[in-house]
């Protein structure tokens, strides 16, 4: 039954991952309020925190554009080291989102979307 559950919710979100993305934080923002809405999709992350297709759904779109800022933050153009950014980050996001979700999800989905957005996305990295 959860995996019913989880791919009507990848669709769901598929449909919200692929609007432009020019203001980050107002595009997670919609994403995260539906993740927060939908109490099954809090269970599917929670018992998946490893791999969940759900939150992989919504930030793996980001995988290219993250790349090439970390080219550039770090002048690095190994692309295994780039994608130890990229999990670094990544993870980051995952465990924010968890961890608001497993508190209950008591701030606002633009609170958490903007937290993330901030430390992950910025134009410099500890500037």
């Not at 107002?26 to 939908?38: G, S």
């Not at 980051?92 to 508190?103: F, M, N, P, R």
Request: aromatic share 10%.
């Amino acid at each position: 039954m959860f995996n019913a559950i989880e791919l009507d919710l990848v669709d769901q979100v598929g449909a919200l991952v692929n609007r432009p993305r020019t203001d980050m934080a107002a595009w997670l923002t919609p994403i995260l309020t539906l993740v927060r809405e939908n109490a099954a999709a809090t269970e599917i992350i929670i018992r998946n925190l490893t791999a969940s297709p759900l939150l992989l759904a919504v930030l793996n779109p980001l995988r290219e554009e993250s790349l090439a800022r970390y080219r550039k933050w770090y002048h690095e153009t190994d692309p295994a080291l780039l994608e130890y950014y990229f999990t670094f980050y990544l993870n980051g996001a995952v465990q924010v989102i968890t961890s608001w979700l497993k508190s209950g999800a008591r701030e606002s989905p633009a609170a958490i979307a903007k937290v993330i957005v901030r430390a992950a996305l910025r134009d410099e990295p500890f500037g």
